[in-house]
Nanobody, 131 residues
Framework: QARLVESGGGSVQAGGSLRLSCEVS?????????MAWFRQAPGREREAVAG????????FYADSMKDRFTLHHINRSGTLYLEINNLKPEDTAMYIC???????????????????????WGQGTQVTVSS
């Protein structure tokens, strides 16, 4: 059964850093090759953060996320990490990991940009940033 489990969120002060983890089941790694992080704040639409075509990389980012976000994917375990530096109060959100099958890197980027077409989603990990 495909499964994604996020961890690493918490309450931090502005300027701090966090590393979020998305651990995936063996079944997930067999069924998917496109992974991404999204975030959703209360009352706001889900927002794409970063993604990767796990077969070949490199990671890609939403335009507003390029400066302080870094995505890492570990092929051996399938784990996806998201490092966030210089956290700001506006980063407060539920961060959610997603996975899908894509034909190629371009297809993965298209899936990422459309946001809602990933087949598998985790429950999310909450990040709260105080000023």
């Amino acid at each position: 059964q495909a499964r994604l489990v996020e961890s690493g969120g918490g309450s931090v002060q502005a300027g701090g850093s966090l590393r979020l983890s998305c651990e995936v089941s063996r079944d997930t790694t067999l069924r998917t090759n496109c992974m991404a992080w999204f975030r959703q704040a209360p009352g706001r639409e889900r927002e794409a953060v970063a993604g990767i075509f796990t077969r070949s990389g490199p990671p890609f980012y939403a335009d507003s996320m390029k400066d302080r976000f870094t995505l890492h994917h570990i092929n051996r375990s399938g784990t996806l990490y998201l490092e966030i530096n210089n956290l700001k109060p506006e980063d407060t959100a539920m961060y959610i990991c997603a996975a899908a099958w894509a034909g190629d890197s371009g297809d993965c980027k298209t899936t990422f940009s459309r946001g809602g077409t990933f087949a598998y989603w985790g429950q999310g990990t909450q990040v709260t940033v105080s000023s």
